[in-house]
């Protein structure tokens, strides 16, 4: 007889069988998923950069920062990639970073009060009013107080050449050591301010160097010097331009020389003189453009019809050695006149009345000021069309700024520019005023 089947039994041990299969399919499926979820760690074997300040392999972290899903601290030498989430610790000090989450809010900020409300604040009464400076209230100056120069050899050597500057003695030296001081805004100060230091620079810079000695001639470079030592005690400093305002009503008539032909102020305009060559007159023209940032001497200027001067370089020598002198006179005129952004005040020059264009043909003598005011649209239209080749010279943009200022931007200055060449090409090359230039007599 067969032995009966054990059926309980079978069912027990599939039932185990089953069991075992489903454990390991959920070990398997968190331990996939816990890898997807969190950033791979670079293991001790990996080839990775490690930064390690001591012994202990356990003190060691990554050179480029691994960020995770929180906050973790960022060591200084740690470099870290771009676009991650990164933070200081007000707490700590520390910079911390973490993966970055776009639209991720701050949890640690939930729940805190939020005040929408707007408050209306009333003014308080009279800010209207104009403040009331009490009297004997000392007078308000925007440069503000220039500190002296400690003590020593340099503020030596200054006082020691203005001395020997108003003697007379030893000129070339005193010369040489003022134009390196001068552009020290202090040292620019004292300069100005004294009398017969300011006279004595104009004269040197300005009168006609032969009658200065007898026997032997003051070479032009002296005129160079003292036109820069002017320059560059006037230039950017204020205080130093006052100064020399206050001894312009006394230049008024004086001569330095009794052959002189013209009196200290007008000598100062004449951008030429005997003897004069290109880098004298730059050093001139960095002078003149110091003086003209004064209302005072600028009103002088143009009522003495000297903007002759300035269109003689600007027109009448096209040498190449005479480029650099030129540019620098056409920067002259749009910082003074034309360039209301560098501290032109507009309207001052150039005048309404303009002659037709064929009437401004060949010298322009009409007027005592040759081609200068009443044939400005002219004949700076002729310097810019004639190099309308060379795309980037100086003509160009002083022709552009002097159009804006007298007719508007609305109309481009290219226009102009054509009209007047047009007008020029009719009378042939000879107007252009083949003027042999002064050279420098060193």
């Known amino acids: 007889m067969a032995r009966p089947r054990s059926f309980p039994r079978l069912w027990a ?25 969190t950033p791979l760690q670079p293991s001790p074997s990996a080839e990775v950069d490690l930064i390690c300040h001591t012994e202990d392999p356990s003190g060691c972290y990554p050179k480029v920062f691994v960020p995770t899903d929180e906050f973790q601290i960022v060591h200084p030498d740690q470099d870290i990639p771009p676009g991650l989430h990164v933070r200081l610790n007000i707490y700590t000090g520390e910079k911390e970073a973490k993966i970055n989450v776009p639209d991720e809010t701050n949890t640690e900020l939930e729940g805190l ?76 100060l004292k300069i100005a ?23 032997k001639p003051m070479p032009v470079r002296r005129m160079a010097q003292a036109s820069s030592i002017l ?39 004449h951008v030429f003189v005997p003897g004069s060559g290109p880098s004298h ?34 027109i009448r020598y096209n040498q190449p050695e005479w480029e650099p002198v030129r540019e620098k006179m056409a920067l002259l005129v749009q910082d003074i ?62 022709f552009q700024k002097y159009i804006e200022v007298r007719k508007g931007a609305t109309v481009p200055y290219e226009k102009f520019r054509n009209d007047v060449f047009e007008e020029y090409m009719k009378t042939g090359e000879g107007a252009a005023i083949p003027y042999e230039p002064p050279r420098d007599e060193l």
């Open 13 to 37: 041990i599939l039932g185990l069988v089953c069991l075992m299969f489903t454990l390991v399919a959920a070990s398997s499926s968190s331990s996939s998923s816990s890898s997807l979820s």
């Open 113 to 188: 009060p939020v005040d929408s409300s707007v408050m209306v604040v009333d003014p308080p009464e009279g800010k209207g009013e104009a403040a009331q400076i009490p009297a004997g209230a000392p007078v308000y100056e925007p440069v503000g107080k220039i500190k002296e120069p400690p003590k020593g050899e340099e503020s030596d050597t200054f006082f020691k050449s203005l001395e020997i500057l108003q003697r007379g003695l030893n000129l070339d030296d005193a010369l040489k050591e003022l134009q390196e001081l001068s552009h020290d805004i202090y040292y620019g």
């Open 193 to 215: 301010e004294d009398y017969e230091t300011v006279k004595n620079l104009f004269c040197l810079a300005n009168s006609d160097w032969k009658y200065r000695s007898e026997e």
């Open 231 to 269: 320059a560059g005690a006037l230039q950017n400093n204020p205080k130093a331009l006052a100064e020399v305002e206050k001894h312009w009503e006394k230049f008024e008539g004086m001569k330095c020389d009794s052959r002189d032909r013209h009196d200290m102020t007008t000598s100062a305009f």
């Open 281 to 314: 007159i730059k050093a001139r023209i960095g002078a003149l453009k110091a003086l003209l940032k004064s209302d005072v001497i600028r009103k002088d200027f143009l009522a003495k019809n000297s903007m002759k001067g300035v269109f003689d370089v600007l």
């Open 337 to 398: 006149f034309l360039d209301e952004d560098q501290g032109a005040k507009l309207g001052e020059w150039p005048g309404d009345e303009q002659r037709e264009y064929w009437d401004c043909h060949g010298r322009c003598t009409g007027g005592g000021e040759g081609p200068y005011s009443v044939c400005a649209d002219y004949w700076l239209g002729v310097v810019s069309a004639r190099n309308k080749e060379v795309e980037d010279h100086w003509s160009h943009e002083l």
